[in-house]
Structure formats: structure tokens, C-alpha cells
């Protein structure tokens, strides 16, 4: 089963992804857009695993979800390819409490599973992957830059995710 795991959010938070897209495309960009259901911040991307490693994981997430803090959203930004954007993303300010509890799951993922992951990690939140920017894509973005977004984290999740024409459909597992 194709799974990774990640961060969800509460209406408040959804809601302002939605708006912002809104934006986006009224002022051009064409983009496959996150839909509102899918919109998360990813911790992990597992692949395919096997459903013991599926039990492992849960059993680690549990462990986990003891510890609830705040992140804070505070621009938009983007990956580019060539000299244009390829992927919109809120990004955070750097977070202790998010870094610790991505590196306790690394550390425990590894013992238990023997998955490792590469460094560089770099939380954020995808808006869409964009197929078309407008030649005023530059000034766009920096007039989306500065926002204020504080999301309470209370869980991690694992999902799986089903490949279809349409897009992906997730599954929270846990």
C-alpha cells in the first residue's frame, strides 16, 4: 500500500488554502490545486510498504501523539524548474517542537522498520503543482508572501494513498 505520513488541518487552516488558490488563479496560474480535503503538511513518504510495516507505523504514531504545539505559517513560496515555479507552498518559520518530532520518528521508523529518509527536510504545506505561470508570476508571489497562519498540531497521521486519473485519494489509516 502506497502511504506517508503528515500533518492535517482544521477548517480555519483549509479554508485560507482555499482563498489563496483563489487568488492564484484569478491571477493566472494554472496549477493541479490541492483539494481541500487533501491539503497537509507531509512528515514522511513511505511508498509502497508492506501492511506489518503498515501495524509498525501505527504503533509508532501512537507513541508519538503525546505532544501538541503550534506552527506558524508565515509565507508563500515555491520550487522552481528552469526559471519558473513548478509547486506553490505555504512554508513555516523554523519550529523546535516539529524538527524534535520529526527526528523522533526518524530515529524510531529506522530501529523498528529499517526505513531511512534522506536529509534536508523542508516542511510545507503544497498548494499545487503548476502547469502555467503568468510573466508576472514574480510580482504575484511576493504580494502573497507575508501571511499569518498559527495551526494548533494535536496528531500525526499515516494515509494511504490511491493513484487515480483524477488525482489522488487519500485514507487516513491512523
Known amino acids: 500500500m502506497r502511504c506517508f505520513i503528515a500533518l492535517s488541518f482544521?477548517?480555519?487552516v483549509n479554508t485560507f488554502c482555499q482563498e489563496k488558490i483563489s487568488e492564484l488563479k484569478r491571477a493566472g496560474f494554472r496549477a493541479k490545486w490541492v483539494e481541500r480535503e487533501n491539503l497537509?503538511?507531509?512528515?514522511?513518504?513511505m511508498g509502497e510498504i508492506e501492511q506489518n510495516e503498515i501495524s509498525m507505523l501505527k504503533r509508532i504514531i501512537k507513541e508519538q501523539n503525546t505532544k501538541s504545539f503550534y506552527i506558524d505559517f508565515d509565507r508563500i513560496g515555491y520550487f522552481k524548474h528552469s526559471d519558473?515555479?513548478?509547486v506553490i507552498w505555504l512554508g513555516l518559520k523554523e519550529n523546535q517542537?516539529?524538527?524534535t518530532l520529526y527526528e523522533d520518528l526518524c530515529i524510531e521508523i529506522k530501529k523498528r522498520t529499517g526505513m531511512t529518509f534522506g536529509d534536508?527536510?523542508?516542511p510545507?504545506?503544497?498548494l499545487g503543482r503548476v502547469k502555467y505561470a503568468p510573466e508576472n508570476w514574480r510580482d504575484v508571489l511576493q504580494k502573497q508572501?507575508?501571511?499569518k497562519l498559527r495551526p494548533f498540531i494535536e496528531k500525526v497521521h499515516l494515509y494511504s494513498s490511491t493513484l487515480i486519473k483524477k488525482g489522488p485519494i487519500y485514507e487516513q489509516l491512523i
Do not use: A, Q
Open 40 to 45: 497537509h503538511l507531509t512528515l514522511f513518504f
Open 145 to 147: 508572501h507575508h501571511i
Open 124 to 126: 510545507h504545506l503544497t
Open 84 to 86: 519558473t515555479p513548478s
Open 120 to 122: 534536508g527536510y523542508r
Open 97 to 99: 517542537e516539529l524538527k
Open 10 to 12: 482544521d477548517d480555519k
